[in-house]
């Protein structure tokens, strides 16, 4: 049964409504509730909250860690409050989802630290206006011991058992800290402290969503629904986006880089990251590929998407000119279309630059491939590279450009 004890309408506003928010989703659970909660919101006039917990641990940021913020700025445009819940208590329990072993907790120190960098980077992609900003101290550093023992009542071990990651390592007899089977618990607090009726978060946070939407049950609220978004695939086309992978772009890289980066993904993925990067409307997207698939270069949309990134991160003035930098760069050998794709062999697990470059064919020596490094003609995803003693990752697939008109996805297997 529904948690929605009333039926709204359902109006072709709240149709659309729901599509712009599915995009490029992972999961939407219960999307009968979700829709209800978005009828009864246009009926009322009165906003959902739309929670994101974030615990400030070490953040490698790049542009695939906005990839649920872009959905929060969806939902602060549909005319919905957006809160951006720092995990300030629960870092200090340590978030054991996708662990292995106990997750070592922050400092005080570190807490306060990190916190600024998550809101810095929250206020590229959201109307920090329009963003409600809260800690989870100011009710989790309240609670008394009784408090958690009635917290820690409302839910059973062998349901927290459940999750992957501790079913596993209880299996293994490896050790799970009493604490750790509290992050669950806090978390799924902290929907109930604010009412939340939607919670976003990652593909391995599934779990502790539900938490949270069970202990509302429990504290008789209504049930928030959850959404959760998948990762970003990388600038190879095969990796999640990541700094070690080297298939990333930071949100502090120079709008030229920023701007090449985008341009050098295949068409496929450029589609895939107007879906989960983009905050143009489901219907200038699809139009616009369907210009595509009627003759329009894809590259235009290509260059699109770049200038909105671009923008985002840094001004529409620099969107312009790294447009204008980049055709000048290539006008005298644009980046083919068709770019051949080579497999080369790395048997050690990496695979020194010189030598990819002469077995994807890109040039015939080690020497030669020297020179062009020394002589800054050697790109790969779009960055320069002046360090000739560079090792490339096995498990990793790079676009690699020597001089004007060299190219190939070279893809490195071990």
């Known amino acids: 049964m529904s948690d929605c004890e009333k039926k709204y309408p359902v109006t072709e506003d709240v149709k659309a409504a729901l599509a712009t928010i599915k995009r490029g989703v992972d999961t939407l659970l219960i999307e009968s509730d979700f829709e209800q909660k978005?009828?009864?919101?246009?009926?009322?006039?009165?906003?959902?909250?739309c929670k994101l917990g974030l615990d400030p641990t070490a953040p490698d940021i790049h542009i695939g860690h906005t990839v649920v913020l872009n959905k929060l700025r969806q939902l602060q445009d549909l005319g919905h409050t957006v809160i951006f819940l720092i995990g300030d208590f629960t870092a200090s329990i340590g978030d054991p989802s996708g662990r292995n072993a106990t997750r070592p907790p922050l400092s005080r120190?570190?807490?306060?630290v990190k916190t600024m960098t998550y809101l810095d980077q929250a206020s590229l992609v959201l109307d920090r206006e329009k963003?409600?900003?809260?800690?989870?101290?100011?009710w989790s550093d309240k609670m008394t011991a009784t408090d958690m023992i009635k917290l820690a009542s409302r839910y059973t071990l062998a349901r927290l058992?459940?999750?992957d990651d501790f079913a596993k390592r209880y299996a293994e007899q490896a050790p799970i800290a009493m604490h750790e089977l509290l992050y669950p618990l806090m978390q799924g607090y902290?929907?109930?402290a604010l009412h939340a009726d939607l919670e976003l978060g990652g593909s391995d946070q599934r779990f502790n969503l539900l938490v949270g939407r069970e202990l509302q049950r429990q504290y008789d609220q209504e049930a928030q629904c959850i959404l959760t978004m998948p990762l970003l695939v990388g600038l190879d086309g095969?990796?999640?986006?990541s700094k070690s992978k080297h298939n990333y772009i930071g949100i502090t890289d120079e709008p030229n880089d920023m701007f090449g980066k985008v341009m050098s993904v295949s068409d496929t993925l450029m589609w895939d990251w107007y879906d989960l990067l983009s905050l143009q409307s489901n219907e200038f997207i699809a139009d616009l590929k369907k210009q595509c698939s009627e003759g329009r270069n894809p590259r235009d949309a290509k260059v699109m998407l770049a200038k909105e990134i671009v923008t985002r991160f840094h001004s529409a003035q620099a969107a312009d000119a790294a447009e204008v930098e980049f055709n000048n760069r290539f006008r005298a050998g644009e980046m083919p279309s068709d770019i051949p794709e080579v497999t080369v062999a790395a048997p050690e697990g990496e695979i020194g630059i010189g030598r990819l470059l002469k077995e994807a064919g890109l040039t015939p020596s080690t020497g030669e491939a020297n020179r062009n490094i020394e002589q800054g003609g050697v790109r790969i995803n779009g960055d320069r590279i002046?360090?000739?003693g560079l090792k490339l990752k096995a498990g990793a697939t790079y676009t690699v450009q020597v001089g004007k008109r060299k190219w190939a996805k070279v893809t490195v297997n071990a």
């Open 161 to 163: 058992l459940e999750r």
């Open 131 to 138: 963003t409600e900003i809260r800690y989870n101290s100011e």
């Open 238 to 241: 095969v990796n999640k986006m």
């Open 109 to 112: 120190e570190q807490i306060e």
């Open 386 to 388: 002046t360090d000739r």
């Open 38 to 49: 978005l009828a009864r919101s246009m009926a009322t006039g009165k906003p959902l909250r």
């Open 190 to 192: 902290d929907s109930v």
